[in-house]
């Protein structure tokens, strides 16, 4: 190995490639774009191309170079190993070597390249890059750090100027849910509306409450309205999850060593920075989804993003572990799930519960008084936006027949007892009587005790197994309601 070059101005370049022009001296091996793997050379001293010509004076050993092929975009990153001796007088047999860095697994297409505003079209075979254009055009690629690894083990020199710091303009983040959520989701409409204005403030949220009061649901409801399916992702924590799954971090590969893959959220960010870059003054949203937060371990899995995901950090840049450059953008959003009920897990780590802002979200008949079943469902004006959310929920779940009215005033009264007994954290959702109607008829007595003999009572056998006669009392109190 020769000494490092850091101390070396590196030059970027966009060289135009042609495949069938690379394919005579590559050989027989060389079928596609991606069975790049060893240098190319390109003469120097052709009349009819007196740009290379030209250029040959301007090209240093080192230069890194982007592969342009036509029609095709950027399919790989090079690198110039070899130059003449002597680039003021060039002579007829001179050239210029350029050998193989990376091969992109998915070129950028002209289509993506012309979308971020990156010009393309190159028709001489080098053509200068400025560094700003460079940095984008890899960061697109989401290759900084697998590129850096590449120059680190050729000790050329290392890239650390981040699309991160390139993307500095603050520009208007703005959404908010259309009517479909207020519709299809049981909550009050003035619930949803904080839930997206804490999200739009606080950039992180977290919904937490008992089983089965649709927490998921209502996350995959709001990211699908605020964005479209290119611009979210979900993700669940389990106790295996790791930093390496969820950031960024070195994984065994086919051929016995290691490659340094991008986690979720470090993929999420760089999705969410394509959009932020687009040449327009208002951004659209990109949000990332977490179920089950805190069944992970919080301060192994998130690391040193506890303080980038904090609203005054977005767009600040450190190096993580691996020496990549990373921050996350203003556009992304986080919303978490976390159910109150798991008695399993730890609490949520303080550094991490403060920069998230908690919502607690109730079941649908958390309030409805249970001595009038005879006016549940009857759509009412004029009762408060809680009742009239009830009523939609027994009209559109088929649960408004007397014996439905009558196991949900059951559970209402089992919920009493829970939240006396064992907090409120632990009483019995709605989501056990969603989506149980066949063919839009009611829904059967079988049904109902089905939920009850295989749902809700090995629930609360768990909850109670130290009082077997507090579970047998509440499992005879819930089959009376549907006789």
Not at 96 to 103: D, F, K, Q, S, W
Not at 337 to 342: I, K, P
Not at 350 to 374: C, N, Q
Request: charged share 25%.
């Amino acid at each position: 190995m020769g000494k490092c070059l850091r101390s070396v101005k590196m030059a970027y370049w966009i060289l135009s490639a042609d495949f069938k022009k690379w394919k005579p001296e590559l050989g027989d091996s060389f079928k596609t774009w991606s069975d790049w793997n060893k240098p190319i050379n390109y003469n120097c001293f052709i009349a009819s191309k007196t740009r290379l010509k030209g250029n040959v004076t301007n090209l240093n050993k080192n230069d890194i170079v982007l592969i342009h092929a036509k029609k095709n975009g950027i399919i790989g990153v090079g690198y110039i190993s070899y130059v003449p001796i002597d680039k003021a007088a060039i002579k007829e047999n001179d050239y210029v070597t350029v050998a193989p860095l990376i091969v992109l697994e998915n070129n950028l297409t002209i289509d993506e390249l012309t979308k971020h505003n990156l010009k393309t079209g190159y028709q001489n075979s080098f053509t200068s890059c400025d560094e700003e254009k460079f940095n984008k055009i890899i960061d697109l690629a989401g290759i900084r750090s697998v590129l850096n690894d590449q120059l680190k083990r050729l000790q050329l020199n290392f890239i650390s100027s981040s699309k991160f710091n390139i993307i500095s303009k603050d520009k208007d983040i703005d959404f908010s849910v259309d009517q479909t959520v207020f519709d299809s989701v049981y909550l009050p409409k003035s619930i949803i509306n904080k839930i997206v204005d804490l999200l739009k403030r606080k950039k992180n949220i977290i919904l937490q409450g008992p089983p089965g009061v649709g927490k998921t649901y209502i996350a995959k409801k709001i990211a699908d309205s605020i964005t479209n399916t290119s611009n979210s992702d979900f993700v669940q924590f389990h106790q295996n999850y790791s930093y390496e799954d969820f950031v960024i971090g070195y994984k065994p590969n086919d051929k016995g060593g290691f490659d340094l893959i991008k986690g979720k959220f470090y993929s999420a960010c760089l999705e969410a920075y394509k959009m932020y870059d687009i040449d327009n003054e208002l951004v659209n949203p990109y949000v990332f989804t977490i179920d089950e937060i805190n069944r992970g371990n919080i301060s192994k899995i998130f690391g040193e993003l506890l303080m980038l995901i904090e609203n005054n950090y977005r767009g600040h840049t450190i190096s993580l572990a691996s020496n990549t450059q990373f921050s996350v953008p203003k556009n992304l959003f986080i919303i978490g799930m976390m159910n109150t009920a798991d008695r399993s897990l730890a609490m949520i780590d303080y550094a991490l519960r403060r920069r998230f802002s908690f919502i607690s979200i109730p079941p649908v008949f958390e309030g409805i008084k249970g001595d009038d079943l005879i006016s549940w469902g009857s759509p009412d004006s004029s009762a408060d936006e809680a009742k009239r959310v009830f009523t939609r929920f027994l009209n559109k779940e088929k649960l408004n027949t007397e014996y439905g009215k009558s196991l949900i005033k059951a559970v209402i009264d089992l919920n009493g007892e829970i939240e006396d007994k064992l907090g409120k954290g632990f009483i019995i959702g709605h989501s056990y009587f969603c989506n149980l109607s066949i063919d839009e008829n009611d829904i059967t007595k079988g049904c109902l005790r089905d939920v009850i003999e295989y749902d809700i009572v090995p629930l609360l056998e768990e909850y109670w197994f130290d009082d077997t006669d507090m579970v047998k009392k509440w499992k005879e109190t819930l089959f009376a309601a549907v006789q």
